[in-house]
């Protein structure tokens, strides 16, 4: 009788055992498929998506010419990055320690821009 009950006792802990590998694998196996399909959502891997070209940010001199004005300058010089000419017109000011829109002829003024060549 003695070892009818070891024999039994055994078994159980077979069955408890094989219960607990079984849903650690269910488990498991649900966490993976959640993980591909929640990664699909967040993922676009069809490639379709074209990258924008990185813009750089550069700086040059420019000499003032006679008749030159802060308005006319950031005009042929802003680029798209800029919303409006007061934007640049006050970013050049600050890049030059300006506090008026007064410039001079054959002064110089560092102006900012942007291109996607890597210098």
């Keep these: 009788m003695n070892a009818h009950r070891l024999y039994a006792a055994s078994r ?7 219960k607990k590998f079984t849903a650690a694998i269910t488990a498991l196996v649900l966490v993976l498929c959640m993980s591909v399909l929640l ?3 967040f993922s676009d891997a069809s490639g ?3 990258k924008a070209p990185v813009e750089h940010r550069y700086y040059k001199s420019i000499e ?3 008749g030159d004005t802060l308005w ?3 005009e042929e010089f802003m680029t ?3 919303s409006s000419v007061n934007e640049y017109i006050d970013e050049v000011k600050k890049i030059n ?3 008026s829109d ?3 002829d054959s002064q110089y003024l560092t102006i900012a821009y942007y291109d996607t060549a890597f210098r």
């Design 39 to 41: 990664g699909c959502n």
């Design 12 to 18: 159980r802990r077979r069955q408890v055992y094989m």
């Design 64 to 66: 003032i010419q006679p």
């Design 48 to 50: 379709s998506c074209e």
């Design 80 to 82: 798209d990055e800029y």
């Design 97 to 99: 320690g300006l506090d």
């Design 102 to 104: 007064d410039i001079q």
């Design 72 to 74: 006319g300058i950031a």
